[in-house]
């Protein structure tokens, strides 16, 4: 008789008291499969130890031929498990013929491999199915009672998942932050919020601030935060595609980044706005593909012009940096001569100091600037508390309007138009208060800002960071300082006795005239400083030696008034 692989054998055994026993012996082969994945799904699923000796047990009780054993540790959500599609490949082959598992949902968790499992059964390959928790025999009744096993365990992932992600988007609409938190930053426990990590917060700040100077790399940041205890779970320095993304992160400035959105978080920021938007120029501009260049670029290149029109560039001679025109007129051939760099720093250097502002004429515009800021707070304080008392009648008069709509004492008609007029009589007083806050305190921030930046001339002009230098000469000249006969010239007005048209202009001509009359009076507005459209009264403040009268044709009150107006309007 030709006996195949698998075959049941039945014993007969006489036991002592003459009655006959029948044990049936299974001689089929099994293979045992365990999983545990780290998912949710999984939380309160047996242990990978828990499940093999549970299953092993059962099989001993069961009398079943286990041949060998398959553990996997992944989630059977998404087709691809290299481990269980291993042992599907062996059973095809005639292996085994049967699976010991825990329960139906430790073999599949989606369609795919719970229709190959019903497909082996169909096709034969596989005979049987064991689980201790779970009836199951190869009848159309059991492979239907398999297939809504396994259509169970799908449906749990899938509505455990879309529980998940609804708590996450709820979260997230309460300004929590729904994963772990960025460095600087430490998931509580006990609130299950986030809080600032106040060693490491302070360090994060001081990277942002320092690559906000646009002076530092990638690499100086990570060594800077290493330095100060910042790195990687290895202990490794900080690579810099993760620094990267930290100065990228909004999450410092209390907004983060979920599903591709931005939002506004509950945490408390430890950046500024400005610096971060500082960092994210930076980023920005160095982000940008540049062409290799084979000499390094030197720093008063793109600044002048030539006396002929072209443009001026430097090269290298005997260890000097000597700068000329570029030459490349193609109707004019250009003689100017080659300046070195040191002497073109000292022209520089000079020129900015002619527009800097004296400490003490910075000093009198920032006080100047401090008390026109408290009156003008206080001047529009009156206006503002009769405007809201309007806005708080017209919402009284609203409420009333539709109390009495609602009791059907008004039409529809006339309270569609008494609501209108009523909305856009409030929308009015509230777009004064805007253009009046707007109006009154707009100017003062870049004013002081100015003040500060002309003030710190004098100190760009005695160091030695050419760059800057550069950077103060393109926001006073622009690109109209011109390179003739080795000496830097700047644009001149046609009409020397009109006006100075920008502040850089209006402290130049007060330079001028102080060098012509240092002992002169200086006329301030006695109203303050904030622009104007008619002129103002003003008052004599000597700045000079008392005794002596001399008034100067620039006077400090246009200096003011100048510098405020040409901030506002951009010039």
């Known amino acids: 008789m030709a006996v195949s692989e698998t075959f049941q054998i039945v014993l007969v055994c006489v036991h002592r008291g003459g009655l006959l026993s029948f044990k049936k012996i299974n001689m089929q082969k099994f293979f045992l499969y365990a999983r545990k994945s780290t998912d949710v799904e999984d939380k309160q699923?047996?242990?990978?130890?828990?499940?093999?000796?549970e299953l092993r047990e059962f099989a001993k009780r069961e009398n079943l031929d286990v041949v060998e054993e398959f553990i996997e540790k992944k989630s059977a959500k998404i087709p691809g498990r290299p481990v269980f599609n291993s042992m599907t490949s062996r059973i095809e082959k005639g292996e085994a013929s049967g699976i010991i598992s825990w329960h139906p949902d430790r073999l599949a968790r989606n369609s795919v491999d719970g229709g190959k499992i019903i497909y082996l059964l169909d096709c034969g390959h596989l005979e049987e199915l064991k689980f201790p928790q779970f009836w199951f025999e190869s009848t159309p009744?059991?492979?239907?009672?398999?297939?809504?096993?396994?259509?169970?365990?799908?449906?749990?992932?899938?509505?455990?998942?879309?529980?998940?992600?609804?708590?996450?988007?709820?979260?997230?609409?309460?300004?929590?932050?729904?994963?772990?938190?960025?460095?600087?930053?430490?998931?509580?426990s006990r609130t299950?919020?986030?809080?600032?990590?106040?060693?490491?917060?302070?360090?994060?700040?001081?990277?942002?601030?320092?690559?906000?100077?646009n002076d530092s790399r990638f690499e100086d940041i990570s060594d800077f935060l290493a330095q100060n205890g910042i790195k990687s779970k290895n202990g490794n320095k900080l690579h810099r595609d993760r620094i990267s993304y930290l100065l990228s992160n909004p999450f410092f400035i209390g907004l983060f980044r979920y599903s591709g959105e931005i939002h506004e978080g509950k945490h408390q920021p430890v950046v500024s706005k400005k610096i971060f938007d500082q960092v994210q120029e930076v980023l920005k501009q160095r982000g940008k593909p540049r062409k290799n260049r084979k000499n390094s670029p030197k720093a008063f290149c793109g600044l002048l012009k030539c006396s002929c029109g072209m443009g001026i560039t430097a090269e290298v001679q005997k260890g000097h940096i000597y700068?000329?025109?570029s030459r490349k007129s193609k109707t004019a051939k250009c003689a100017e001569p080659y300046i070195r760099e040191e002497n073109l720093n000292k022209q520089v250097s000079k020129l900015l100091q002619k527009f800097s502002l004296k400490k003490d004429w910075a000093d009198q515009l920032l006080q100047m600037l401090k008390k026109d800021k408290r009156e003008t707070a206080q001047s529009s304080i009156a206006f503002v508390q009769d405007s809201q008392e309007k806005i708080s009648s017209i919402k009284i008069k609203l409420q009333r309007l539709l109390d009495g709509y609602l009791e059907q004492d008004i039409e529809r008609e006339i309270y569609r138009e008494e609501k209108a007029k009523f909305l856009s009589e409030k929308k009015t007083l509230e777009e004064k208060i805007i253009s009046l806050e707007q109006k009154r305190t707009g100017w003062v921030e870049p004013m002081e800002k100015w003040i500060k930046e002309a003030e710190n001339l004098e100190k760009i002009a005695r160091e030695s960071n050419f760059f800057e230098k550069k950077v103060a000469c393109r926001n006073i000249f622009g690109l109209n300082l011109t390179l003739s006969a080795k000496k830097v010239l700047a644009p001149e007005p046609k009409n020397p006795k009109e006006k100075p048209q920008t502040h850089w202009a209006a402290i130049n001509a007060a330079h001028k005239i102080r060098s012509q009359k240092p002992e002169?009076?200086?006329?301030?507005?006695?109203?303050?400083?904030?622009?104007?459209?008619?002129?103002?009264?003003?008052?004599?403040l000597s700045?000079?030696?008392?005794?002596?009268?001399?008034?100067?044709?620039?006077?400090?009150?246009?200096l003011s008034i100048m510098v405020s107006s040409c901030l506002i309007s951009g010039k």
């Open 45 to 53: 699923v047996l242990s990978i130890e828990a499940q093999i000796t």
């Open 323 to 325: 700068y000329r025109c």
């Open 192 to 213: 299950k919020t986030v809080i600032v990590d106040r060693k490491k917060s302070i360090v994060i700040r001081k990277a942002f601030e320092l690559y906000a100077k």
């Open 543 to 558: 700045v000079g030696r008392r005794g002596q009268e001399h008034y100067s044709p620039i006077i400090f009150s246009s």
């Open 520 to 540: 002169s009076l200086i006329l301030v507005p006695s109203r303050g400083i904030e622009p104007r459209f008619q002129a103002p009264q003003a008052y004599v």
């Open 141 to 188: 009744q059991g492979k239907f009672m398999l297939n809504i096993a396994f259509g169970q365990s799908k449906y749990y992932v899938d509505s455990l998942s879309e529980n998940t992600k609804r708590g996450l988007r709820q979260k997230v609409r309460r300004g929590e932050y729904p994963t772990l938190a960025p460095m600087g930053y430490i998931n509580d």
